[in-house]
């Protein structure tokens, strides 16, 4: 992996007691291969009480021409 394809966490949660269910939430961002766009990953995993996993992922593309521009447009 070079460093355009390297992930930068944005957040992490860990939750979880003894007798409850643990949830791990992240959210990362970073830069596809070819460097137009801005990836967006949304992980979560939760393990029942049972010990059962449940994953989920979502990522989403952002061009990185049309943040710039949304950004210009609302600059205050």
């Given amino acids: 992996m070079n ?3 390297a992930a930068m966490l944005l957040f992490r949660r860990l ?3 003894a007798r ?7 959210l990362e961002a970073r830069v596809s ?3 137009r766009d801005l990836v967006l990953s949304r992980y979560r995993e939760r393990y029942t009480a049972e010990g059962k ?3 989920h ?10 943040l710039l521009r949304w950004m210009a447009r609302h600059e205050r």
């Fill in 3 to 5: 460093d355009a394809q």
């Fill in 15 to 17: 939750e979880g007691a």
């Fill in 20 to 26: 409850q269910p643990l949830l791990l939430h992240e």
């Fill in 33 to 35: 291969a070819d460097g």
């Fill in 53 to 55: 996993p449940y994953r």
């Fill in 57 to 66: 992922e979502a990522h989403r593309s952002v061009p990185i021409a049309a």
